[in-house]
């Protein structure tokens, strides 16, 4: 069984694609939106960029053919489980939580696996990020995403106005030159 990836993924550029149920930050994002699983999840993570990390250095001449590499951050104690990032991202985001932009709540069931990751981190000589790291990455990318967001609406919806009140002649002083 493959580990979930979590992390920002740089290509996830609107708060809906990121938090989209059919991705892994998707899942995990769902807790922080107040959505709750009606079925357990293997808990079985690793960053985004360790995962991608693993597949470049495997490609070394100085590797040897036919190894499989488990890219796993939890390892043989099993990790943390996927409400733990309810915990997180209040820790790290209080704010974002205080303005609705996570609003928590949700849970997911969690399935333990101990899937041991640690061959990969000898051989490339290298450490997983753990699951705080993960979750601070995906939660940081999807705040600033979600408010960047929130800002061009506000903006484009000034801009709207402005806009429809010239085309309507509601704005008599920009539309004949005369103020009222």
Same mark, same amino acid.
């Given at each position: 069984?493959?580990?979930?990836?979590?992390?920002?993924?740089?290509?996830?550029?609107?708060?809906d694609?990121?938090?989209?149920?059919?991705?892994?930050n998707?899942?995990?994002?769902?807790n922080?939106?107040?959505?709750?699983?009606?079925?357990p999840?293997?808990a079985?993570?690793?960053?985004?960029?360790?995962?991608?990390m693993?597949?470049?250095?495997?490609?070394?001449?100085?590797?040897?053919?036919?190894?499989d590499? @488990?890219?796993n951050?939890g390892?043989?104690?099993?990790?943390?489980?996927?409400?733990?990032?309810l915990?997180?991202?209040?820790?790290?985001?209080?704010?974002?939580v205080?303005k609705?932009?996570?609003?928590?709540?949700?849970s997911?069931?969690?399935?333990?696996? !101990?899937?041991?990751?640690?061959?990969a981190?000898?051989?490339?000589?290298f450490?997983? !990020?753990?699951?705080?790291?993960?979750?601070?990455?995906?939660?940081?990318?999807?705040?600033?995403?979600?408010?960047?967001?929130?800002?061009k609406?506000?903006?484009?919806?000034?801009?709207?106005? @402005?806009?429809?009140?010239?085309?309507?002649?509601?704005?008599?002083?920009?539309?004949?030159?005369?103020?009222?």
């Amino acid at each position: 069984m493959p580990a979930f990836l979590i992390g920002k993924h740089e290509l996830q550029t609107t708060p809906d694609i990121i938090s989209t149920r059919s991705s892994s930050n998707g899942l995990l994002l769902s807790n922080l939106l107040g959505d709750t699983s009606p079925s357990p999840l293997p808990a079985t993570f690793v960053h985004l960029d360790d995962a991608a990390m693993v597949h470049v250095l495997a490609l070394n001449p100085a590797v040897q053919g036919n190894q499989d590499f @488990v890219a796993n951050s939890g390892g043989l104690d099993g990790g943390a489980v996927w409400d733990d990032a309810l915990h997180i991202a209040r820790k790290h985001f209080p704010e974002a939580v205080a303005k609705g932009i996570l609003p928590l709540g949700g849970s997911t069931p969690a399935q333990i696996l !101990r899937v041991d990751g640690s061959r990969a981190e000898k051989v490339f000589g290298f450490k997983y !990020r753990d699951f705080e790291a993960q979750v601070v990455s995906l939660v940081g990318h999807y705040v600033d995403v979600a408010e960047k967001t929130a800002a061009k609406g506000v903006a484009n919806g000034v801009a709207n106005g @402005v806009a429809n009140g010239v085309a309507n002649g509601t704005m008599n002083g920009l539309v004949n030159g005369s103020s009222r």
